[in-house]
């Protein structure tokens, strides 16, 4: 049997981020390990763009953006988990800067 690609369309302006892995246990400032289990109720974990839908503005495939666990439905395709949402529900773009980014005019904040 031969192995199945999908090639995915995403509609209007949902985005499709595959959550970055290892966001299991963390170290404090201060060196205190915390444990994956002890995560507060409303935090935002990072993930990379894998499709867009023709409507979506900010981001591109490839970029990593940072999004809300309860804002997204999950989904498997060829046995990888990713998640899909609404570009509203994204918090941040992650972009790496270069000379020509400094120097140009954008505004936003870049992590």
Known sequence: MSDPRL??????DRVMVAPVQG?????????????????????????????????VRSVAVGD????GLDDHFEVDVSGRSFVVLRERDLHAVASET???TRSSSGTGLYL
């Open 98 to 100: 270069s000379e020509s």
């Open 7 to 12: 090639e995915i369309q995403m509609l209007h």
């Open 23 to 55: 966001e299991g246990e963390r170290r404090s400032s201060g060196g205190i390990v915390i444990p994956a289990t002890a995560q507060p109720a409303k935090r935002l974990v990072w993930g990379e763009v894998y499709g867009t839908g023709q409507h």
């Open 64 to 67: 990593r953006v940072l999004y």
